[in-house]
């Protein structure tokens, strides 16, 4: 990654600084996309007592104008964008429907916050992004989905659903951008399974570290029989971005530890 200029939207969360950690300690440039300046603050503060210069610029990624900027921003530090990492996302209570609830109680518009955030917090960044890339004729982008995508989940019907978007989107920009631009702009998703973050651990964990009944189901279709740990995704985005995997376009790679692998028999 030496010479390589990477941004990444959510790059204060578990995933998102895990991804800018590896990719300076490979070597690249680094701009982590947050809109709390604060919180990006602290985080790049933790990063430098780890030895690593990772850069923080304010974006929100459903704002295009507040995107669009963050790309100039990065243009102007650093001259050219390489690599983007779509990590911004989440979920919110009302876009999940719990064990005593229906459908019927699902929230619309915390439904359509999750999508906004997940999905189009996916596409508002790309197209930013793919701007340089193609001016300069090379560049990567790693979309995040997850193993919801793929085997949609009890409860998180609106994640499921926005991430099952990130998938089709993912591919659709590849065929795109190859079709009309040439192979030098390169689209790829990780699909990670279960990794402890802030969002989900009292989804999975009890109070006393002991797991959840889902935490158990969970572990129970997981053949390797625990979660993952955020550092084990770091290899797979440097292959992705690594030059050297110039033919890898348009993929989908589950990082889970079997899970999308067992059929619970």
């Not at 963050?70 to 989440?90: F, Q, R, T």
């Not at 004729?137 to 085997?151: F, K, P, Y």
């Not at 053949?223 to 995997?245: A, Y």
Request: glycine residues 12%.
């Amino acid at each position: 990654m030496e010479g390589k200029v990477a941004a990444i939207t959510g790059g204060n969360g578990t995933l998102g600084s895990t991804f800018a950690k590896g990719l300076a300690e490979a070597g690249a440039t680094v701009f982590i996309l947050n809109r709390n300046p604060k919180s990006a603050a602290e985080r790049v503060e933790a990063f430098k007592k780890m030895g690593l210069e990772i850069h923080a610029v304010t974006c929100d990624v459903v704002n295009e104008a507040s995107v669009e900027a963050a790309v100039a921003e990065i243009l102007h530090k650093a001259g050219k964008v390489d690599i983007l990492v779509n990590g911004a996302g989440g979920n919110m209570p009302g876009a999940i429907v719990g064990p005593e609830q229906t459908v019927f109680d699902l929230s619309v518009d915390a439904f359509r916050k999750v999508f906004d955030l997940n999905l189009l917090g996916t596409v508002i960044p790309s197209i930013a992004f793919a701007k340089p890339m193609i001016r300069q004729g090379t560049g990567c982008i790693v979309n995040i989905s997850s193993m919801a995508a793929q085997l949609p989940l009890t409860r998180v019907v609106g994640y499921s659903a926005s991430k099952a978007g990130v998938d089709n989107f993912t591919r659709w920009l590849m065929v795109e951008l190859a079709n009309k631009f040439g192979e030098g702009i390169r689209v790829n998703a990780i699909a990670p399974g279960f990794f402890i973050a802030e969002q989900n651990r009292r989804l999975l964990l009890n109070e006393d570290g002991t797991l959840t009944s889902r935490g158990e189901t969970i572990i129970s279709q997981t053949p390797m029989k625990r979660f993952g740990e955020p550092e084990e995704l770091i290899s797979t985005l440097l292959w992705l971005c690594d030059g050297r995997s110039s033919f890898v376009n348009g993929v989908v790679v589950p990082v889970d530890g079997g899970f999308s692998a067992f059929s619970g028999v």
